[in-house]
């Protein structure tokens, strides 16, 4: 569990219902533990996830402070740029909650677009669907409320956090880089953001299932990702969607993932040659903007802006 929305609750861990009475609780711990034991046969991330998820709702007092969402049982609070590379641990309402106008007059990219707007409007209208009948809530981001949600909805709230990220990321590099966010793919939905550095220009989508993912035949897969789920093929057609509306053609394109999802910085898919993607952990992003990973040459920035500005759309 890594604090992110779209992690497994620790109730969903050890597989029972949050309304489960303590002696039921206890029982699904033993079980889980006995089954996931390494001396047992069983796989020891599954077995530190069932730990990790009766540290945080095994006593009375544990149980409480998170079902109401306290920090003192959400782990450690960050700030600044390690919470954006980790993930925003801090899981109070800040941490959902759209981030704050920064007050620091140190220079940033030059940014375009409302970072995950379009995902926390899809997810608020999830949530106050799965409440009722679209009634107002009276507090989206509580952190109680948030953690009962089914997952599919968490899910959306952690994908809005993960553009988010990234869009803090990049602004962090400086006025040479500029950055398009949620542009309009048409039919092919959106893409998170376009990122013009004089290395290149990237397309790039943010995102976070909750869990660990790998890369297999040209793809990829994890145990949390939805049926029929192929991220890199969405992807390319949104990047080329882009493309064929701007006439504005990526140097390559990204897919950003917290750290804990994936075991290196930097992972292909494709060809070592030409991937059709990188799989980068949100902490080496600023790494392979730079140009670690790019295409030997570099691109005319000014003239690449300018023909974007006259023909990229919003959603």
């Not at 988010?164 to 006025?175: F, L, P």
């Not at 035949?217 to 049926?227: R, W």
């Amino acid at each position: 569990m890594t604090d992110s929305p779209a992690d497994a609750t620790p109730y969903e861990v050890l597989g029972v219902p949050a309304s489960a009475d303590d002696d039921t609780l206890r029982r699904a711990y033993r079980r889980a533990a006995r089954e996931s034991h390494p001396d047992l046969g069983g796989d020891a991330q599954r077995f530190r996830r069932v730990q990790l998820a009766w540290e945080r709702i095994g006593t009375p007092a544990a149980r409480r402070a998170y079902d109401v969402g306290s920090r003192g049982y959400a782990g450690q609070a960050a700030s600044g740029p390690s919470a954006a590379s980790a993930g925003r641990p801090d899981t109070g309402r800040d941490a959902y909650a759209p981030p704050a106008a920064r007050r620091d007059s140190r220079p940033r990219a030059r940014s375009h677009g409302h970072p995950g707007g379009r995902s926390r409007e899809v997810f608020l209208q999830a949530e106050r669907e799965w409440v009722g009948l679209g009634d107002p809530i009276e507090d989206p981001y509580d952190p109680a409320l948030i953690r009962s949600a089914p997952r599919h909805i968490r899910r959306l709230l952690a994908e809005a956090l993960a553009e988010e990220a990234t869009a803090a990321i990049v602004s962090d590099m400086g006025i040479g880089v500029t950055v398009w966010h949620d542009l309009d793919a048409g039919s092919e939905g959106k893409l998170d953001h376009a990122v013009l550095t004089p290395s290149g220009l990237w397309a790039v989508e943010s995102i976070d299932w909750g869990a660990p993912v790998r890369v297999e035949h040209g793809e990829v897969v994890g145990e949390t990702l939805a049926a029929g789920e192929r991220p890199v093929k969405e992807l390319v057609r949104a990047a080329r969607a882009v493309q064929k509306q701007t006439r504005v053609r990526f140097t390559g394109r990204l897919l950003v993932v917290p750290d804990a999802a994936v075991d290196g910085d930097v992972q292909l898919v494709g060809s070592p040659k030409k991937p059709t993607a990188l799989v980068v952990r949100r902490s080496a992003l600023a790494q392979v903007l730079n140009g670690v990973w790019s295409p030997a040459g570099s691109v005319d920035v000014f003239d690449i802006r300018d023909r974007l500005q006259q023909t990229v759309r919003f959603v």
